[in-house]
Every structure is written in structure tokens, then in C-alpha cells.
């Protein structure tokens, strides 16, 4: 049986007991329903360490309302908004300077609280003070570590056939060290070589790349409308659309250096693949796809455009 339909036996008479109660009008003091299991793998189980600790209550106080009170993407606010807040729990991170796939460095998660993601509801969190922002990103981290531990915790307590108290006297703190481990061996800083000049014969060449690669996708013109464009979904078969380049509206910044990481990481969850090739096809690319951006009267950078690839510590 599941770890889900063990749950579910559980409750299930109690549900019915609570019904036949509620019919009898003699409800009031039986919230067992919304209980969690004691078989769960819950946040209470997950020991953080101080800079989580402290960022749980910035959590709390700016988060909590879209990201949800454990970080599963279902704040109040998550019925109303397009494209959802992130899943933290998932693992799943779209804007990352690390390979393909892999998790984000806190480094990472840190940029998206300062800079924000232009172009969704995730804005921008200027006024955190420095030690906020690193609190409140290594509380993120943890939560998507909690996921990670979690669903090995079930898969074990499902295959051994363990209860959760047999597990966490047992295994537990081998099984949480050799996940995280795994989860972070290829989790590293992307390279990046020289930026080559801007020129015309380095924008025909990535004009080339694009037409080949992209314009399936984001569209001859590069406004998202590519012949593939309205048949897209992320990971939880949600609809998405490839960016509108003329709009110069890039979520995780407009310089060439953030356009040419999200290239290079690709966006986890998303139909937009990691580009391959050489860095500097993929300098070319990039050149390309910021010449597409329509004039937009010298408003100047985009407001995204804030350091995005300063270094920062691995994890
Ligand atoms: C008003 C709603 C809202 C609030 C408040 C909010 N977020 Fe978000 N957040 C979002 C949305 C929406 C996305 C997804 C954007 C996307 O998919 O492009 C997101 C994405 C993220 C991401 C994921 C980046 C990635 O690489 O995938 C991180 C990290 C994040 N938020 C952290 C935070 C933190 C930390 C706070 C509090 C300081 C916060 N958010 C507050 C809506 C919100
Ligand atoms: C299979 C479809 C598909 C292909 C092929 C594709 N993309 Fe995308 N791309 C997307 C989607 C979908 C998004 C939007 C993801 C989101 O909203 O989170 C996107 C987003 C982007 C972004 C936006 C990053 C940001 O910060 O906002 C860039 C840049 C980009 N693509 C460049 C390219 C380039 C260059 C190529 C070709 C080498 C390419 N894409 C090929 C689907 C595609």
C-alpha cells in the first residue's frame, strides 16, 4: 500500500465519525479531519539550522501569502496568479546559474528575493537588508531539502514497510546526509567565457542558431508566437508561453549575462531547454535575441538588471 493510502485508511473513519456528528449537530470540538497523520513526514521532524530559523519569520511576514505556510506554492494568494508561485518543495527552480536540471545555489535564490521576476507576481524585495535576504533564501533552500528528504522518507517508510518512529530511531540521518549529498554533486556556477563583441557578422551567426533552434518556439519575429507556441505546458501540465523578446521584459534579468545563463542553465519544469553549444554560440545567440527587443524610448536597462552572477558561497 502507499504512504497516501495508508493515510487515507486512517482518516477515513474518523471523517465518517465526524460526519455522523456534524448531522447530529454535536461537531464543535472534533478537528481531526485537518490533523496531520502521525505516520507524516511533517516540517516538525526537519531541524534548521540558525540562518533558516531566522528567515522562517521573514518567510512568515512576505512569503507565506503566495509561496504557502511550507513552501508548496499554495498561499492564499496562488488561485489569482499566472504563472503560479514556485513549489519550493518541488525542487523545481526555473532561474538558476547552475547546470541543467539541478538545484539552485542560495546565491541563486537570493538574486530572485532581491531582484524579483519582472513580468509575474514575484516582485522585487530591495528594502531586505542583506542578512534578511540570506536568511530568508537559506530558509527556501531548506524547504526544498525538507521535499527532497521527504519523499525519501515515504519511499523507505513504503518499501521497508517502517512507521515514521521506526525510521527516524533507524536510518534517518544516514538516509537525510547521502540525499542532500547527492542532490548538491553537480550543483555548481556555469562557466561563462569572454563575451565576444557585438557585431554584424556575430549577429547573423546567431540569427542562424535562432532561426534553427528557437523560432519553433518564441517566433520568427521573436514575439512567442513560434508554431509550437500555444501547445506548451510545465511540469504540473500547466500552459506556458515562450517569451516575447521585442517586449525586452526578461523575468530573471535583461543583461547579456543573465540571458546567456538562462541559456546555458535552461529553465527547470519549462519547456525551455538548456541551449547547447559553445559559449560563444551562445554569446551570439544572445546578442541576437537582445537586438530583437523593441525600442523602448531610452527608458534604459530593464529594472531586473541588477548583479545577478556576483560569486557567492556554493551553498
Ligand atoms: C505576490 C506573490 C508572491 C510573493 C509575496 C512572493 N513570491 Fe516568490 N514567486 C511568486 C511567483 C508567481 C513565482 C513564480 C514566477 C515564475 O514562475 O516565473 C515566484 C517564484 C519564486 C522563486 C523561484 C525562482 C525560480 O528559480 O524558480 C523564489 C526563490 C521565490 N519566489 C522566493 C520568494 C521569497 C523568499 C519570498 C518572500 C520574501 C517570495 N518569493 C514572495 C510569487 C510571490
Ligand atoms: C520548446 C519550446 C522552446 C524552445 C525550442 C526554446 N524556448 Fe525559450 N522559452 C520557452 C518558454 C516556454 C519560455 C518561458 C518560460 C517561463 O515563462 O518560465 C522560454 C523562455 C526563454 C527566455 C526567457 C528567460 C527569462 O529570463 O525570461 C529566453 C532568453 C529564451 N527562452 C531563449 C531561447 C533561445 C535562445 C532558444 C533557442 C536556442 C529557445 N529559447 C528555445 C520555450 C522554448
Redesign the pocket.
Known amino acids: 500500500m502507499t504512504t497516501q493510502g495508508r493515510a487515507l485508511w486512517r482518516t477515513t473513519p474518523i471523517l465518517g465519525l465526524t460526519c455522523a456528528m456534524a448531522a447530529l449537530g454535536m461537531l464543535p470540538f472534533v478537528p481531526f479531519a485537518s490533523e496531520p497523520s502521525e505516520e507524516a513526514f511533517t516540517l516538525e521532524h526537519w531541524e534548521l539550522d540558525d540562518s533558516a530559523t531566522r528567515g522562517a519569520a521573514v518567510y512568515a511576514q512576505y512569503c507565506i501569502g503566495c509561496h504557502g505556510p511550507t513552501g508548496l506554492g499554495n498561499g492564499d494568494a496562488a488561485e489569482f496568479l499566472d504563472?503560479k508561485p514556485r513549489n519550493f518543495q518541488s525542487g523545481n527552480f526555473?532561474?538558476r546559474s547552475t547546470p541543467s536540471g539541478e538545484l539552485p545555489l542560495l546565491a541563486d535564490i537570493e538574486h530572485v528575493v532581491r531582484c524579483g521576476l519582472e513580468?509575474s507576481a514575484m516582485r522585487r524585495f530591495p528594502l531586505l537588508p542583506d542578512s534578511q535576504v540570506r536568511d530568508v533564501s537559506r530558509y527556501v533552500q531548506s524547504l526544498v531539502e525538507f521535499g527532497l528528504v521527504r519523499r525519501e522518507v515515504e519511499y523507505v517508510m513504503d518499501d521497508d514497510d517502517l512507521t515514521l518512529a521506526e525510521l527516524l530511531e533507524g536510518d534517518y540521518e544516514e538516509l537525510r546526509e547521502e540525499t542532500l549529498v547527492d542532490a548538491y554533486e553537480y550543483v555548481w556556477r556555469v562557466g561563462m567565457d569572454e563575451r565576444p563583441e557585438v557585431d554584424e557578422d556575430g549577429l547573423a551567426f546567431g540569427r542562424e542558431?535562432?532561426e534553427a533552434?528557437?523560432a519553433?518556439?518564441?517566433g520568427a519575429t521573436g514575439r512567442g508566437e513560434?508554431a509550437?507556441a500555444n501547445a506548451?505546458r510545465?511540469y504540473k501540465d500547466a500552459e506556458?508561453?515562450?517569451?516575447d523578446?521585442t517586449s525586452g521584459?526578461?523575468?530573471?534579468?535583461s543583461r547579456a549575462e543573465?540571458?546567456f545563463i538562462?541559456?546555458k542553465s535552461g529553465?527547470n519544469g519549462?519547456?525551455?531547454?538548456a541551449?547547447s553549444g559553445t559559449d560563444e554560440e551562445l554569446w551570439h545567440?544572445t546578442h541576437y535575441?537582445l537586438s530583437l527587443v523593441v525600442d523602448d524610448g531610452g527608458r534604459g536597462p530593464h529594472p531586473t538588471s541588477c548583479a545577478c552572477i556576483e560569486e557567492g558561497p556554493a551553498r
Open positions: 504563472p526555473k532561474f513580468g542558431l535562432y533552434q528557437c519553433a518556439c518564441h513560434g509550437s506548451l510545465d506556458i508561453r515562450p517569451r523578446f521584459v526578461f523575468r530573471a534579468g543573465d540571458v538562462r541559456l529553465l519549462t519547456p525551455m531547454p541551449v545567440l535575441i
